[in-house]
């Protein structure tokens, strides 16, 4: 019985002693009121949830724990996932409790990426539709991933906050720009703080006149019943540049541009 393991769609509240083999796809710390580290994990079969390591117990797992590893957790408690968004379509969310326990395993298969289920025709590619998320067909409770070309880059802007008849600055930085995708569908983004600042160094080390990438686990921000833009969640949302990734190979050989 030691090599069965738990999927993780089939995870609830009833019990505690689950044991689940998964990656570690994503990995930061939320500094707030009570610091804790945030990961996303994914199993064998492509499903993803959302796990907290709280501060009270931090000290006792975060040697454990690194990004693209692979692990399995043993006994951990599960709660309803909620607020204005989620990083994953599990209805759960996973929390490790001081008798939780972590082994090492063999890593997952290298084709687990931790991208939401594949599109058709295009062998492993796995980002959202554009027109999907024009639409209003893709839920903006839920992050998404989407790549393509970054055009129309703007400048790096200080942002600043105002409050009565005074302005502040609040120590951050944000940079807007759309992505096209192969039809020429066009969506504007808006990146915020590290993940701008990762953006601008990018842009300043490369030649290319037009930028394929891959946004990963953005936001939907919508208003007045339509969509805005993508943005960023610190910590989490990222931006991939590696021309040895399946997804930006695919828009590099299908957008009709040259010089990337």
Partial sequence: MAGI?????????VKTTWKIKVKIIRL?????????IEMLLLDSNGDMIHATVNED?????????????????????LSQSCGSYRLTKHPLKNWFQATTRVR?????????????PPITDCNFLCCARYMDILRGLSHPKFCVDLGGAMVE???????QEIQGNKIFANNQIRIRFSMIDTNLAQIRC?????????LYQHRIASNAN????????WRIERANGRFRHLT???GCSDILFNSEISQIKYYKSMIPFRGF
């Fill in 153 to 159: 880059v703007g400048v790096i802007e200080d942002i």
């Fill in 28 to 36: 930061w710390i939320s500094v707030g009121d009570i610091e804790s």
């Fill in 210 to 217: 037009v930028l394929i990438c891959v946004l990963k686990l």
């Fill in 232 to 234: 960023t969640v610190e």
């Fill in 5 to 13: 393991f738990d999927n993780v769609i089939d995870l609830s509240p």
């Fill in 190 to 198: 808006v990146v915020y703080g590290s993940v701008a600042e990762k």
């Fill in 104 to 116: 090492f395993c063999d890593d997952l298969p290298y084709k687990i990426d931790g991208f939401t």
């Fill in 57 to 77: 117990v931090i000290p006792i797992f975060e040697s454990f724990f690194e990004e693209d590893d692979s692990k399995i957790f043993i006994n951990f408690s």
